[in-house]
C-alpha cells in the first residue's frame, strides 16, 4: 500500500492563480480531510468528506473548494490564491469502522507559496 | 471551544528523560492522540490513550494523563538524537457525524549530544 500520497511537494503561485493539490489513498478509508500547518499555530481543518459525495467545511475553509467524487481521491482547489494561503497543507484518511477511535493517515504535504 | 494548548520548544540531552505537557478543553474526548512529524514529513501517530486510563506505556513511551485537571504528558526515556522532531498533542471532538481531531501546536523536541 501507498497509503495517503499527495501532489505536488512543492508549489510557487502568483497572487490570483488558481491549482489543485491532489490527494490519495488506496487504503478504501471513508474520511479524508486537509489541513494547513502554519508556524506555532498546529494543524487547522480546512475540508472534510465522511464518504464519496459528501463534504464539509471544517475550521478555515475560505478560499477553499473541495469534492469527492471517488473513495480514493480528495483533491483541495484553491481558486484564487492569496499570500495568506502560503502554508503546508497535509492531506488525511481514517477509516470509519470505530466512530470513537480515530487515528488519522498523513500525506507528506505539499509546500504551496504564494507570491 | 476547543482548544489544544502545548510549548513549542524543548532541548534535552542524548540519554535523558523528556517530558511533553499539553492541556485540552474537551472533557468529552474519549482518546487523546500524540502524534509524531519528523522534518519534511506528515504526522505519524505515536501514541494514544484511552479517557478512562491514567497511565500508558509504551517501550520508552509513558503516556500519562489527569483528567480532572485535563492535562496529557509524554514521557520519552533515554532521549536519542532520532527523537528530534515535532509532538503534537490532539484531543477528540465529535460533530456533525465526524470524530475531528484538534490538534496543538506541536512542540519542537531538540536533542543535543
Known amino acids: 500500500n501507498a497509503g495517503v500520497t499527495q501532489t505536488p511537494k512543492f508549489q510557487v503561485l502568483k497572487t490570483g492563480q488558481s491549482m489543485t493539490l491532489q490527494c490519495a489513498q488506496d487504503?478504501?478509508?471513508?474520511?479524508m480531510s486537509w489541513y494547513r500547518q502554519d508556524p506555532g499555530m498546529g494543524l487547522r481543518l480546512i475540508h472534510y468528506?465522511?464518504?464519496?459525495?459528501?463534504?464539509d467545511q471544517g475550521e478555515v475553509p475560505n478560499g477553499y473548494n473541495v469534492s469527492r467524487s471517488t473513495t480514493e481521491d480528495f483533491p483541495l482547489r484553491l481558486l484564487s490564491a492569496a499570500p495568506s494561503q502560503t502554508s503546508v497543507y497535509f492531506c488525511?484518511?481514517?477509516?470509519?469502522?470505530?466512530?470513537?477511535?480515530?487515528?488519522?493517515?498523513f500525506g507528506p504535504g505539499t509546500r504551496l507559496t504564494v507570491l | 471551544g476547543e482548544d489544544v494548548e502545548q510549548s513549542l520548544f524543548l532541548s534535552v540531552r542524548e540519554g535523558d528523560s523528556s517530558v511533553i505537557n499539553c492541556t485540552y478543553t474537551d472533557s468529552s474526548s474519549t482518546y487523546l492522540y500524540w502524534y509524531k512529524q519528523e522534518p519534511g514529513a506528515g504526522l505519524q501517530l505515536l501514541t494514544y490513550i484511552f479517557s478512562n486510563m491514567d497511565m500508558k506505556q509504551d517501550q520508552r513511551l509513558t503516556v500519562l494523563l489527569n483528567k480532572k485537571d485535563k492535562h496529557l504528558s509524554l514521557r520519552i526515556a533515554d532521549t536519542q538524537t532520532g527523537d528530534s522532531a515535532i509532538y503534537f498533542c490532539a484531543e477528540t471532538s465529535i460533530s456533525g457525524g465526524y470524530n475531528k481531531l484538534i490538534f496543538g501546536a506541536g512542540t519542537r523536541l531538540a536533542v543535543h549530544p
Open positions: 487504503m478504501n478509508h471513508e474520511y
Open positions: 468528506s465522511v464518504g464519496a459525495g459528501i463534504t
Open positions: 488525511a484518511s481514517s477509516s470509519n469502522r470505530d466512530r470513537v477511535y480515530n487515528e488519522q493517515f
